[in-house]
């Protein structure tokens, strides 16, 4: 039937069979709820008609997506799991190696707001080519840094892959919500973080099996250092140019009810400055800005740092440093899925991000005192535990952040997500990492427990509101605003004025 078929709203992946039209939504901004048509007729005349429909299509934009972002966190975390073998290749101290990593988090923070004009101004696929492009073209500079003289050019070229992450690491949600439909949304959000964590999970797993710490041939170390950094050069290439032939910007018709109202807004009524203002007036979005930066910023902490806790209690483990670090994130993966899995079919999303932040503090508790007992099975498994929980949060906070500010922009919340992750990130494997080469690792993962302890508090704190939801079951008794504009006549015509709706009633 070709790219453009349509299947029916929130069925089967693979479904093909078109939905009866519904209706769009009136002048006002407002959809018509179940049991009101003849009223909202009525006092707003008869509205045309379309039909709601996810097209085949987006799972080629989704797999598109995820191996982009895949390429993206594998040359994130490549330099961090071999710190000891890029020390002895640069000839530099540990904290310049830290700085590969690190320099993710820097460039993402002033990048951001940039980066999300630019996504609602072009759009989806424009940015998600820049992603892409500016991955390829960082993975052939590190090309370049082949000599032990050289580390400023792999810095430079890592520099470059950052300003990549800022373009993909906030689109999950865009791209979940622009392309599925509401009973597939969550679970096609957490396939696209997925394919950032398993980017991360190669990272792991692959550099240190295709650079051994060969210190005593350097000319071998650079050759395997080669390989790896030719093999990403090429990859990365191939998926710009796969993007660049599957990435749409938007599919015929509109995936769900939510949307199909965010598309009956003239574009003119937008004001990118306002929506800021709007998601920091937004005290449970506030909240949440600030507890999954405590979360994800803890996670970024620990992998960065990994190698290096690994290392001080088992000396010559840096091949299994790698492979715990894919317990971690695989297990992750596997969490990520089943939340995604379990938002779509109960909506219940702040008690499932609560019960998955308790979770992950006691899993951070058990992995800080069983670091050190001597047993790498024992790190194996509570690696696994917390990696399942903790990295299994990032698409619930997506999927949050989306809900309880709608129709605010989905990448504009993600955006300012990722930022309050990378603050805390910088901020906490700095701190972390002082705290570990003074003292002990015990020491580092402690202050991460009692900081992910004052994210628990933040998140039982925060007001569930699900408007997304809500204007998808055709509920309208959930206070949603549009995007003000300057026109006060078009703020007035746009905004829907409604009552609260609780999470605990869906």
């Given at each position: 039937m070709g790219a453009d078929a349509v299947e029916a709203e929130g069925g089967d992946w693979g479904c093909e069979e078109a939905t009866p039209p519904v209706q769009q939504p009136q002048p006002n901004g407002l959809a018509p709820g179940p049991g009101t048509p003849g009223e909202a007729q009525a006092m707003l005349g008869a509205a045309p008609r379309t039909p709601v429909a996810v097209s085949r299509r987006r799972l080629a934009v989704l797999a598109a997506f995820s191996m982009c972002s895949l390429a993206n966190a594998f040359q994130w975390i490549q330099y961090s799991i071999l710190s000891s073998v890029f020390v002895g290749f640069y000839g530099v101290d540990s904290a310049r190696v830290d700085a590969l990593s690190l320099v993710y988090m820097v460039a993402y923070v002033p990048l951001i707001l940039p980066a999300t004009w630019l996504l609602d101004a072009?759009?989806?696929?424009?940015?998600?080519?820049?992603?892409?492009?500016?991955?390829?073209?960082?993975?052939?500079?590190?090309?370049?840094?082949?000599?032990?003289?050289?580390?400023?050019?792999?810095?430079?070229?890592?520099?470059?892959?950052?300003?990549?992450?800022?373009?993909?690491?906030?689109?999950?949600?865009?791209?979940?919500?622009?392309?599925?439909?509401?009973?597939?949304?969550?679970t096609a959000c957490a396939v696209a973080v997925l394919g950032n964590q398993l980017g991360t999970a190669i990272g792991f797993l692959l550099p240190p099996v295709l650079v051994p710490n060969t210190v005593d041939d350097i000319d071998l170390m650079q050759h395997n250092i080669g390989i790896?950094?030719?093999?990403?050069?090429?990859?990365?290439?191939?998926l710009f140019l796969i993007t660049g032939v599957v990435f749409e910007e938007r599919p015929k018709y509109p995936p769900s009810q939510a949307q199909a109202v965010l598309r009956d807004q003239p574009p003119e009524g937008y004001s990118y400055k306002q929506s800021i203002i709007n998601l920091f007036r937004n005290v449970p979005f506030v909240l949440l800005l600030i507890s999954y930066g405590i979360m994800t910023g803890a996670f970024y902490s620990i992998s960065t740092l990994l190698n290096q806790m690994i290392i001080t209690h088992y000396p010559g483990e840096e091949l299994n440093a790698g492979r715990i670090g894919l317990t971690l994130v695989v297990a992750g993966m596997v969490g990520s899925i089943i939340c995604g899995l379990w938002l779509d079919y109960t909506k219940t999303y702040k008690q499932t991000t609560l019960m998955v932040y308790i979770l992950s503090f006691i899993g951070m508790i058990v992995f800080t005192f069983t670091l050190n007992l001597g047993y790498l099975v024992v790190v194996f498994v509570t690696g696994g535990v917390l990696g399942f929980f903790m990295t299994g949060y990032l698409p619930l906070g997506f999927e949050f952040a989306v809900e309880i500010t709608y129709p605010e922009s989905e990448g504009t919340s993600s955006g300012l997500l990722n930022a309050s992750a990378q603050i805390f990130g910088i901020l906490f494997t700095l701190v972390q990492g002082k705290l570990t080469?003074?003292?002990?690792?015990?020491?580092?993962?402690?202050?991460?427990?009692?900081?992910?302890?004052?994210?628990?508090?933040?998140?039982?704190?925060?007001?569930?509101?699900?408007?997304?939801?809500?204007?998808?079951?055709?509920?309208?008794?959930?206070?949603?605003?549009?995007?003000?504009?300057?026109?006060?006549?078009?703020?007035?015509?746009?905004?829907?004025?409604?009552?609260?709706?609780?999470?605990?009633?869906?």
């Open positions: 072009r759009g989806l696929r424009l940015c998600a080519l820049l992603g892409a492009g500016l991955n390829a073209l960082g993975a052939w500079g590190k090309c370049l840094s082949l000599r032990p003289s050289r580390y400023v050019v792999t810095l430079l070229a890592q520099s470059v892959c950052a300003v990549a992450q800022v373009f993909l690491l906030g689109l999950p949600s865009r791209v979940a919500s622009v392309w599925f439909g509401p009973r597939e949304v969550s790896m950094f030719y093999g990403t050069a090429i990859v990365s290439t191939i080469s003074a003292y002990s690792p015990l020491a580092g993962n402690l202050f991460l427990c009692a900081w992910i302890f004052v994210g628990i508090i933040l998140t039982a704190l925060i007001k569930s509101d699900l408007r997304r939801h809500n204007i998808n079951l055709g509920i309208m008794n959930t206070d949603i605003k549009a995007v003000p504009v300057d026109s006060p006549t078009e703020h007035e015509g746009n905004n829907a004025m409604l009552r609260d709706q609780p999470e605990s009633a869906i």
